[in-house]
């Protein structure tokens, strides 16, 4: 197949353009933040009204048909090693020592908090990970390869690989209990908790009941709504009334959403793919035409020294042979001179004595 | 240009720095383990004169000034047995006037005009407080190595504990100043205390300062707390509170066992280490302050000439000024500034340049601890009180019903004007009505009777005795809720506290711990007729029936700390189902 010029170019253009492009709009972290789609739901746990008693543990395992745990949900004892999600648990409680707080313990409920720009559908190349319009953040196997890109890219560790199924292995996390929501039913954990201690609403809505709960006790709170900015802002919101990182939340992810950190190294992939080639071949090119007009020019140059070189020499020699010529014709005439010369004083002396006739 | 080796080189080179910074943060931090400082504990001091001159060339010196005090008593008793005149008292390292010690560390050894050890440099004059900041840096240091050093030695020759003298033996770094050190409180206990071993000579401690004379005075009536002239920081002349506190208790304490009187304490643990502050004696009840101060007041504007009481738009607060002297540890807790009364300083007029705080707000303001409101607000927050008390708005003061209780209406009783002037009989005459109904108000657990006009009676007959709450008869049996009993607890609370029974003004009130948000009734609108669905988007504030039962059951147990039931044992309230 025979490629014309003009197509070519049209190419190279398209590829460039695409790059720049790709820049600017890798999926959804343009230059304007986004603060998820309008009306998108999420929850507020406010850890000083959860009681620590794992109902909502139970009500996930329940709702998504999980395996039961070795030891019951009643069992509180298990808050004493600090748990994390896995694929059998997509939300688990941990307990945590409160300094100088009443009862002195302090709750932290763990499970994915559907970021607005979540990390692992940017990290994931076959669009397994999907926030949907509901504010899940919805995975669908059937594209899955199990690359666990997911499980890396997640700044909160929480995707979980099922390492247990050898044939179908799938990524596991919490859904926000996204195929009720569709049903119109809460999410499992919501649902049960007796304190109200997750509220699920509107993130808009929990953000103006989080800031309200802090503005009419401050004393009972940090001021501070952790996930309305980190890493871009969560649907999952939380309210403490401990410092977070005295319940084991990360305080140093900033408010940049993970898909900005990564869209400027990401955005310059096809650009290195489609245009290096190119240039590294018309680089390749230019140095090779380099190479054989430099050849070309010293081998011209070389001539015309070995020419100048003999003209010169001629000239030379010729000057040389000039100059003995002269000098001989020069020798000649001095040697004459100078015996005329000797001649005509002798001939004095001798008119002196005796005219000697010229 | 860089061939690629230097690029790596000085990539190696920066690594191995990074490492370096990383690996050695403060490798001699382990004090607790140093030969010098085996156990510090209180009575450390940080010699920071050297502050002012910048970064140091080694870390600075932590004094342990308990361990020097000690050793020179037990060298000033051993001075006594052997008849020896060589004085080891404080002066071997404070400068002292004749009278007191500096507190301020200043040498009068090599530095002063005295020579000799003990001697006092400058007899009968003030001591050069400023000394220190004034000298040269080298010569300061060498004050101190000089001194410290020629002690040390002295001492070592007489086969004695030796004082470290090389240099890395007093500048050590890392070493724990002092842990917990409690700033020291006088209150009114310990006041009393003194003023009874001062055999009421006020003018041992107290006194004020002539400006034009420039020398210290006693007025006899205007004493007043020392913080109220000594700041944290000295002023002018006016020497900082640690300053001044350290030298006139600790100068005193020194001198009276000599006087043959119970001392105070002179080590640093003795006034700083919590230990050793509870074990200080506690007056209980401390007898009255004579200061000839109220028994009761009226809270009201500066009166310009001879206004009348008319004047003012709300009606005048009594106040009890006797009973609020019992509740607060010192005088300094509402008279934060001088003794002077309130609107001395807090004016209801226009105010001159909006930046003074106005009468109304300086008794309203809640979150400052000197305010009505503010100190009442943290009253709240005690066990009895918070169970009902975490909820119910603080900063408001709840309903328009509770101003009146401070503004009361004025009596229409007429009397002849005695001694203590008009206003104060009258304060005390309408507080005593107040004490009166407050006491009628009381809870007889038999029959409650009230007498707020406009608010119904209550008698224990009204209250129901037991509530059943069935909404999560799904899966539990129906919760059995001890209702009286739980109205009887909240009404001893109120009983025991004069300030509740002042505020809660009808027994509706007691109700409205739990019946909240709804005006004060009889029969008050029970929890399902307002909770109900969660999560209504028309009502987002207001939590769902199953949260408000468990939040208003939980927070207040965990707040009047009711350790049973456990919140996270469901059977403590709810019997389970049989074949559930």
Not at chain 1, 205 to 216: G, H, V
Request: charged share 30%; glycine share 8%.
């Amino acid at each position: 197949m025979s490629v014309s010029r003009r197509k070519f170019i049209g190419w190279m253009g398209a590829a460039g353009i695409g790059a720049t492009i790709g820049r600017s709009s890798a999926w959804g972290a343009g230059n304007t933040h986004f603060t998820g789609h309008p009306g998108s739901f999420g929850a507020l746990y406010d850890n000083t009204f959860c009681i620590g008693c794992r109902k909502c543990e139970e009500a996930c395992h329940h709702v998504n048909e999980l395996p039961e745990p070795k030891q019951p949900f009643a069992d509180l004892t298990v808050l004493k090693k600090k748990r994390r999600t896995d694929a059998k648990k997509f939300t688990v409680m941990n307990r945590y020592d409160a300094v100088g707080k009443k009862g002195g313990v302090a709750y932290r409920k763990i499970q994915c908090n559907h970021c607005l720009e979540p990390a692992c559908a940017s990290a994931c190349f076959v669009e397994a990970f999907k926030k949907s319009k509901s504010g899940a953040v919805v995975y669908d196997p059937s594209v899955c390869v199990g690359c666990r890109y997911c499980m890396v890219a997640c700044p909160f560790e929480i995707p979980a690989y099922e390492y247990d199924n050898a044939f179908s292995p799938e990524i596991k996390k919490c859904t926000m209990c996204h195929p009720r929501l569709e049903k119109g039913l809460l999410p499992g954990c919501v649902e049960i908790c007796p304190t109200q201690a997750l509220t699920f609403g509107k993130r808009d809505d929990l953000l103006k009941i989080a800031r309200n709960r802090i503005m009419k006790r401050p004393e009972r709170y940090v001021d501070h709504i952790y996930g309305e900015h980190e890493m871009g802002g969560t649907s999952w919101l939380y309210l403490s009334g401990v410092p977070f990182k005295d319940v084991g939340m990360r305080e140093d992810l900033g408010v940049v959403p993970a898909p900005k950190l990564t869209s400027g190294a990401l955005g310059a992939v096809p650009m290195v793919v489609s245009l290096w080639p190119v240039l590294l071949t018309g680089m390749y090119a230019i140095t090779k035409r380099k190479e054989k007009i430099a050849q070309r020019e010293t081998e011209a140059a070389v001539k015309e020294a070995v020419a100048l070189a003999d003209e010169a020499s001629a000239v030379k020699l010729s000057a040389a042979l000039k100059k003995a010529a002269d000098d001989t014709k020069r020798t000649v005439e001095k040697e004459v001179k100078k015996a005329i010369e000797e001649t005509r004083h002798d001939d004095a002396l001798g008119h002196m004595e005796e005219p000697v006739e010229k | 240009m860089k061939s690629d080796k230097s690029y790596l080189a000085w990539a190696g080179i920066f690594f191995a720095a990074g490492l370096f910074l990383l690996a050695s943060p403060r490798v001699h931090g382990n004090a607790k383990n140093h030969p010098t400082f085996p156990s510090q504990g209180f009575g450390s001091v940080e010699i920071d004169a050297m502050d002012v001159f910048g970064e140091l060339e080694r870390p600075k010196v932590v004094f342990p000034h308990d361990r020097h005090t000690l050793f020179l008593e037990k060298k000033r008793k051993e001075g006594e047995e052997k008849k020896n005149d060589v004085r080891n008292d404080c002066a071997v390292c404070h400068m002292s006037d004749g009278q007191g010690f500096s507190a301020k560390f200043t040498w009068s050894r090599n530095m002063g005009n005295a020579p000799g050890m003990g001697e006092t440099p400058n007899a009968g004059q003030t001591p050069d407080t400023n000394g220190i900041k004034n000298k040269e840096k080298k010569s300061l240091v060498d004050m101190y190595h000089a001194d410290c050093i020629a002690c040390h030695l002295e001492t070592a020759v007489e086969n004695e504990t030796k004082g470290p003298v090389t240099c890395g033996g007093c500048h050590v770094e890392n070493v724990p100043v002092q842990g917990g050190r409690e700033s020291f409180d006088f209150d009114k206990s310990l006041h009393f205390r003194h003023v009874k071993a001062n055999e009421n000579k006020c003018e041992r401690c107290h006194h004020q300062y002539d400006q034009t004379k420039k020398t210290l005075f006693y007025a006899k009536g205007k004493e007043g707390s020392c913080r109220y002239c000594h700041k944290e920081e000295k002023e002018e002349n006016r020497s900082s509170m640690r300053q001044a506190s350290h030298s006139s208790c600790v100068g005193c304490h020194i001198k009276a066992p000599s006087e043959n009187k119970v001392a105070g304490p002179i080590l640093c643990a003795g006034c700083h280490d919590p230990a050793a502050l509870e074990k200080i004696e506690k007056l209980s009840p401390v007898p009255r302050m004579e200061m000839k101060q109220p028994d009761a007041v009226f809270i009201k504007k500066k009166e310009k000439g001879n206004e009348s009481p008319k004047d003012s738009r709300m009606n005048r607060v009594p106040f009890n000024h006797k009973a609020h002297e019992q509740y607060n540890e010192s005088c300094r807790v509402c008279h934060h500034k001088d003794l002077a009364s309130c609107s001395t300083c807090h004016s209801q007029d226009a105010p001159k340049d909006g930046k003074e705080i106005r009468l109304e707000q300086a008794m309203h303001q809640a979150g400052a601890t000197q305010s009505c409101v503010g100190c009442h607000d943290s009253i709240k927050k005690r066990d009895d009180c918070a169970g009902c008390h975490w909820s119910v708005s603080t900063s408001k003061g709840g309903d328009a019903d509770s101003c009146v209780v401070c503004h009361m209406k004025p009596l229409k009783e007429s009397f002849q004007d005695e001694a203590g002037g008009y206003d104060e009989k009258m304060a005390r005459i309408m507080m005593t009505s107040r004490e009166k109904r407050n006491a009628a108000k009381r809870l007889d657990m038999g029959e409650i009777k009230i007498a707020s006009p406009g608010l119904e009676t209550i008698r224990l007959s009204d209250i129901p005795e037991r509530t059943l709450i069935d909404s999560a008869a799904d899966k539990y049996k129906p919760v059995d809720f001890p209702h009286r009993k739980i109205v009887l607890k909240l009404a001893e609370a109120v009983n025991k506290s004069p300030l509740a029974r002042s505020f809660h003004q009808g027994d509706q009130a007691l109700c409205m711990g739990c019946h909240h948000n709804s005006p004060a009734a009889k029969n008050p609108p029970g929890c399902a007729e307002c909770h109900a669905r969660p999560f209504n988007e028309k009502n987002m504030f207001r939590p769902g029936l199953k949260a408000a039962y468990h939040i208003q059951c939980m927070e207040c147990h965990k707040a009047m700390k009711i350790q049973t039931p456990v919140s996270t044992n469901c059977v403590g309230c709810h019997e389970e189902k049989v074949g559930n």
